[in-house]
């Protein structure tokens, strides 16, 4: 069973303070997506990494792929409440997009 | 608005009742996935069709069915509905699989009194 896990859960900080979300797992994904997801809308995709070591960029947001494309992490830069959300990394292997449990970011002004 | 169409967005329902919850995909998506999200289980996948076949099955309910029109339009039905069944239902499109993500739509609000 392929199973991913999001650290941490939940995260409260500071404006213009930076931060890291991770994601891990023990099975190798053939792409890594991250989603953002404010309440009462559903998941938006932000970027899909595939190679070991990618590394991409939206704006302050920094998304890497662990080389063995097990894990991925999110880097927020100088976060901003605009960034406060739900934070979902999905893997897609084996033909199914199994889904993180999430990490529920707070930044306050 | 990310072309994924979901109605209705909110429904009040009694518990032992049934309930159709409607999903247009994305033009040109031919697959079509179903996902269940309540706050204690994070999303859950529950069905996937493509091009009007079921091509996969998750944590799907037996008194749970859904389908795909040949308009490529899903619906997912919910019978007997208990307590435990109220959560937040999306609906995701892609053009075939996963690979490089789903478009998610805003969601059906179910919640059962």
């Known amino acids: 069973t392929q199973l991913l896990e999001q650290s941490p859960q939940f995260l409260s900080i500071q404006e213009g303070e930076n931060l890291t979300v991770y994601c891990n797992s023990s099975?190798?994904?053939?792409?890594l997506q991250w989603y953002r997801q404010e309440p009462g809308e559903g998941p938006v995709l932000l970027v899909t990494?595939?190679?070991?070591?990618e590394v991409k960029k939206l704006k302050r947001l920094t998304f890497q792929f662990g080389d063995a494309r097990k894990d991925s992490s999110l880097h927020i830069t100088a976060a901003q409440p605009g960034d406060t959300g739900l934070y979902l990394c999905?893997?897609?292997?084996?033909?199914?997009?199994?889904f993180g449990q999430g990490t529920r970011l707070t930044i306050n002004p | 608005d990310s072309g994924v169409t979901q109605t209705p967005k909110h429904l009040i329902t009694a518990t032992g009742q049934r309930v159709t919850l409607r999903c247009s995909p994305r033009?040109?998506?031919?697959?079509v996935y179903w996902y269940q999200q309540s706050l204690d289980q994070g999303l859950q996948f529950l069905i996937q069709?493509?091009?009007?076949?079921?091509?996969a099955k998750g944590n799907i309910l037996e008194r749970f069915s859904a389908q795909q029109f040949p308009d490529l339009h899903s619906e997912l039905n919910l019978s007997s509905l208990e307590l435990g069944d109220s959560a937040l239902y999306f609906c995701?499109?892609?053009?075939?699989?996963?690979?490089?993500?789903?478009?998610f739509g805003s969601g059906t609000r179910l919640t059962v009194v």
């Open positions: 069709y493509y091009n009007g076949e079921e091509r």
């Open positions: 990494v595939v190679t070991g070591g």
């Open positions: 099975s190798v994904f053939s792409s």
């Open positions: 995701a499109s892609s053009v075939s699989g996963g690979f490089g993500g789903y478009t």
């Open positions: 033009s040109g998506d031919l697959s």
């Open positions: 999905a893997g897609w292997g084996a033909q199914k997009l199994v």
